[in-house]
C-alpha cells in the first residue's frame, strides 16, 4: 500500500501551483480549485519514486511541486495501474493514460524534459469515479 504525500492545485492554465493539505475530488469532475474540469484528464499523479530517478538524471533534488502533477503519491506503480482503479483514501480514480511532460519542465531544469520521458516518469491522468475528500497522509492502493 502507498501513501499520498502531496496534493497540488492549479488554479488556471501556467499559474503557479498552490500546494494543499486538502483537496475535494468531485465525481466527474476533478479537484475543486483546479482548473482541469471534467474529460479523462481529470486529475494528474506523480510517483515519488518516478521523481527522484529524473532528479537523480539532472543531478539536482527539485520540488515535485514543478511537475505540475495534482497529487504525489509514493508506494504505487501507476504505470502497471493504467486501465484500473486507484482509492487515494476515500476517493476513486481511473486512471486513463499517462501524462507528457510539457516545454515548462525544461524552464524549470535544463535536462529535466528529456529526463522525464521514460514510460511513467512523467505520471498518469485520470478520471475521479468516487468523489470526496483527499488528505496528505492518506493510502492510497489499487483495487482488485
Given at each position: ?50 521523481w527522484n530517478e529524473a532528479c537523480a538524471e ?87
Amino acid at each position: 500500500m502507498g501513501s499520498l504525500l502531496g496534493i497540488y492545485l492549479r488554479p488556471a492554465p501556467g499559474a503557479s501551483v498552490v500546494g494543499a493539505e486538502e483537496a475535494r475530488a468531485v465525481q466527474g469532475r476533478g479537484l475543486e480549485g483546479d482548473h482541469a474540469r471534467g474529460g479523462a484528464r481529470q486529475v494528474t499523479l506523480l510517483a515519488r519514486e518516478a521523481w527522484n530517478e529524473a532528479c537523480a538524471e539532472v543531478g539536482t533534488e527539485l520540488d515535485p511541486s514543478l511537475r505540475r502533477a495534482n497529487l504525489l503519491v509514493e508506494g504505487v506503480d501507476l504505470v502497471r495501474a493504467l486501465g484500473g482503479v486507484l482509492r487515494v483514501g476515500e476517493v476513486r480514480i481511473r486512471l486513463r493514460g499517462e501524462t507528457t511532460p510539457c516545454r515548462l519542465m525544461e524552464e524549470a531544469r535544463p535536462g529535466l524534459l528529456r529526463a522525464l520521458a521514460p514510460a511513467g516518469r512523467g505520471g498518469v491522468y485520470g478520471e475521479v469515479i468516487g468523489g470526496g475528500t483527499l488528505r496528505c497522509g492518506d493510502p492510497v492502493e489499487l483495487e482488485g
